[in-house]
């Protein structure tokens, strides 16, 4: 097949998502990784001394093929699966997991890039290359290109039978999430439920030719029941589905994700003592800014010693609550979003669906423009774009100078087909090629309520939290100006590192001369009113004790199962389980529900890539809280704080350590400060 018939092999532009269909994968890869292998043979084979333009650039063109058209693959699977996609991924993924696992431990591969940095015009390469070719030695290195032949075939079907688990894992998730429905036919035992739920949940009854209402898992739909349904047998009722998806306990046991976790554990391990390391922990942390699980155990301990009282606090104030006003003598699992809803309603007298009504998605997204366009002296316009879906929306950044930054594609909507939650992916990578500058490209994904009944979409604080969440990854892919592939946007940037700049942006949610702009209240036009704000800003920090601990808790399980766990052994937990229910006595504030099956869908451990790094969200929340602490102190909307921002880590993406990024903007080493005094944090003893 040729670019004619194959829009999977077309690298002229955007990717042709109006024609791609699951038949162009298998054919499109095929062809790729012919290629790139025989690249890699042109390279591997050179007798002439290495150079840049001989191993580096040949490589990246081809890899940078690869990397867009299955890219572009990945993609579709998640955001608008099928059976047959989902069959053409799953059939083309060992290939690409083996050629990337070969490479990774090609000694020729290898002995050119060990070349390359031994020779003298090594010293006359740029920092971003320098830093390039140093992360590859690094990466050969992780990948198992020091093994022995056994040692190399071992690791490289261990790489396989993971990938193959952490696929098996997610589909487990969403074929589980999908799989549930729960219909009501009368709408008083939805009392409380906000009204666009409702019609939501009418509409789905609807489609599935069914009077009353329909609820699901997802979480448009299990979100807001768990929050507002007075019923408790109602509540109990979704958050036992919700809890036991994928597990044992699920109506469907042939998903039950327990015995997946326990092989993949055994695997990571294995893999990690094949490259000399005790365990996948310290793997796991070689290319990222904390130095080993220690450390990171340690500071995972450190806060949750400073949280926990908070956390204390704030659960003895919900159960008093529940007690007093709700008659609820025991606060359950099932009843804590409930009652936090209520109590915060209460005490400061609004609910996020009342708040929503003055966040329309148009509003929001001329909002979160403004400040980004402000600060940091860009254009954002709407543009026009082959889509894989038609509420797909496509839009361009501009320079001052008009040149064009990049573009990216905003996917809202939850729907069935879509992997819940939310993302932001690298469709196209900065880097300069032949004849100019190839633009980066970013997906922006998340699940939010799609419009229903002629509205518009309308988005609570927190959806808006998160758009900004996204976006600033999104920015961090696209402001880059770093021209060579593998350190450009978020390519190479430490992993605990990455949410700095997504976790930055939040922050001006917070902001009443950003947040009052891109409020009109759906009915009636009227910006939010100053008053509701106030007390938007009185509850933020509203269980953020509760709030901390269950991250911290998340990140210290991770941690502790891929430093200190023995899969093979049974001290000191003979289980997963076990060490969850160790971890949660020493963090945790909320008890468990016996049915909880958490550990059965923590997907970002399981099946992305967050194993042993969970905790670098709260890492990497000390560093954004701390950046933006310069703009509370220069102007929130300030240029020039703005311009050193995009300057020294926005646009330096994996260049150069994140360490030094930081310094070079903040002028000091980060500081725990600034999180514990946004969190409402501050100890008073
Ligand atoms: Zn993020």
Redesign the pocket.
Known sequence: MTTETNPLLDFSGLPRFDQIRPEHVTPAVDALLADARRAIETIATNPATPTWNTVVEPLAESLDRLDRAWGAVRHLNAVVNTPELRDAHNANLPKVVAFHTDLGQDLRVYDKYRALRAQPAFATLDAARKRLVDNELRDFKLSGAELDDAGKARFKAVQEALADLSTQFEEHLLDATNAWAHYVDDAAALAGVPDDVLAEARAAAQADGRAGYKLTLRMPSFLPVIQYAHDRDLRRLVHEAYSTRASDLSAHPEWDNAPLVGQILELRREAAQLLGYGNYAQVSLVPKMAQNPDEVIAFLRDLARRAKPFAERDFAGLADFARDELGLAELMPWDVAYVAEQLKAKRYAYNEQDVRQYFPEDQVLAGLFRVVETIYGVRIREGRAAVWHPSVRFFRIHDRNDALVGEFYFDLYAREGKQGGA??DDAINRRSVRGGIQHPVAYLTCNLSAPVGGKPATFTHDEVITIF??FG?GLHQLLTRVDVAGVSGIQGVEWDA??LP??FMENFCWEWDVLRHMTRHVDTGAPLPRELFDKMLAAKNFLSGMGTVRQLEMGLFDMLLHDQFDPAGTAPWPTPGALLAAVREEVAVVPRAPYDRFMESFAHVFAGGYAAGYYSYKWAEVLSADAFSLFEEEGVLSPAAGARFRDEVLARGGSRPALESFVAFRGRPPQLDALLRHNGMVATE
């Open positions: 993302w932001m969440h996204e990854h990455v949410e997504s976790q």
